[in-house]
Structure formats: structure tokens, C-alpha cells
């Protein structure tokens, strides 16, 4: 577990792909970071959520306090996220938007674009910016910002535009690819709950396939 930053208020790490960033039960991220502290009582309390297949930097909290900051950073649009994928294709503008109806199916875990509203129909928005492609893979790197937080939203959106991100077995044709999927979590930018400043946070995803078709730097 790669601890990168931890004081009274925050904690901020790497987590690894496969593990659940939610609750406390065995094996989830609250679990291992106590077990990395030392500690089984140690305060550490999740404010967002990754999927369990994605890597890369979340923050805690590390009192009750500091959780109710930061949830109100996010409700008020304060807490920014930063994502690298890699996906199928490439791309005719190299920047953009993309703005759809999501609806998550609950039975199926599974979200899907939707044509009109209707109930728990959601806004979903996003911004991308697409920074080099390998044609001898036919897949592009690009910088995702969000501007909502609906699940699975980054893969369902990019994927019902023929940009399946690479390893997602859900949204693409995944069972074909040589990786898990391709989605990090690459930047965080937020009011730190103490003094109040802005606080960022980068951290770049390993030299492995597919990452390593593309020069990366923070």
C-alpha cells in the first residue's frame, strides 16, 4: 500500500486494482490503510469512491471533521478529479466534451445511455483531452476531468462512442486485452480541511502495458 501523504486531517494513497474503496470489511481500503498505519482503530474514513478494478490516488479522512469538509468540498464542486485512460480508436478533435443521460441498473450493475429523462435517469458530464495514440495498438491516451460522479460513468460514456477503454471487460471488449482496465486515477486538487489552501496531488500509473505505449509525465 503506497501511503503518499498523511497527516491529522488527510490521508492520501495509491490504491491498487481489485480492491473495494468503500466501507471497512476485510480486505477493503479503510482495512488495509489501518493495517498499514499500525492501527485497527485508526480514523480513516472514505469521502469518494473508485471503482474496485481502478488504480490510482484517493484521499481519506482521518477524523469525522475533516469527512464532513471534505464532503462538502465535493457536493460544491471544490473537489477536483483527474483520470488517465486508455482507450480504443482514435480521436478527429483532440479535446472535448461528452454530456449524456446515464441510468444505472442496480440488478445488473451495469450503467447505460439513455435517450430521454425518466426516473433515476442522471446527468452525466465530462471533459477529455486526448494526448497521443499508438497505432500499432489503434489506442489513445487521454486526460478525463469530471464534472459529475455517476458510476461506471467515465466507461459507459467513452465505450457508447466506440472508445472502449482497454481491460474493461463490462463496457468493451476486454477479454481480448493484455491488462486490467485502463482507467488511474491521476490527479486530486482540493481544499485541505485544516487550513483551508489548495492541495494537489499527481501520481502517474506504472511502465506496463498499456501505459508504457505512451510518454508520461505529471
Known amino acids: 500500500m503506497d501511503i503518499l501523504y498523511d497527516d491529522n486531517r488527510i490521508l492520501v494513497c495509491v490504491k491498487p486494482a481489485g480492491v473495494v474503496s468503500a466501507g471497512d470489511e476485510a480486505g477493503s481500503m479503510v482495512d488495509l490503510l489501518r493495517k498499514a498505519l499500525g492501527s485497527e482503530t485508526a480514523c480513516v474514513r472514505s469521502v469518494h469512491r473508485l471503482d474496485a478494478q481502478v488504480s490510482g490516488l484517493m484521499v481519506f479522512a482521518r477524523s469525522q471533521a475533516a469527512a464532513s469538509i471534505l464532503s462538502e468540498e465535493i457536493r460544491e464542486k471544490e473537489f477536483k478529479k483527474e483520470y488517465l485512460a486508455v482507450v480504443r480508436g482514435a480521436f478527429e478533435a483532440p479535446e472535448g466534451k461528452m454530456e449524456d443521460l446515464l441510468w444505472y441498473n442496480r440488478s445488473l450493475r451495469k450503467a447505460r445511455v439513455m435517450e430521454g429523462p425518466g426516473r433515476d435517469v442522471k446527468k452525466a458530464l465530462l471533459s477529455y483531452e486526448a494526448l497521443g495514440?499508438?497505432?500499432?495498438?489503434?489506442?489513445?491516451?487521454?486526460?478525463?476531468?469530471?464534472?459529475?460522479?455517476?458510476?461506471?460513468?467515465?466507461r459507459v460514456q467513452f465505450s457508447s462512442r466506440d472508445h472502449a477503454l482497454l481491460g474493461d471487460r463490462k463496457y468493451g471488449a476486454g477479454e481480448f486485452d493484455r491488462c486490467n482496465i485502463a482507467l488511474w486515477s491521476w490527479r486530486l486538487s482540493f481544499l485541505h480541511p485544516q487550513s483551508m489552501e489548495r492541495v494537489t496531488f499527481c501520481q502517474t500509473p506504472p511502465a506496463v502495458f498499456p501505459w508504457s505505449l505512451f510518454s508520461l509525465t505529471e
Not at 495498438?137 to 478525463?144: G, P, Q, T
Open 133 to 154: 495514440y499508438s497505432e500499432a495498438e489503434n489506442a489513445s491516451l487521454v486526460k478525463i476531468r469530471l464534472h459529475t460522479g455517476r458510476t461506471h460513468q467515465i
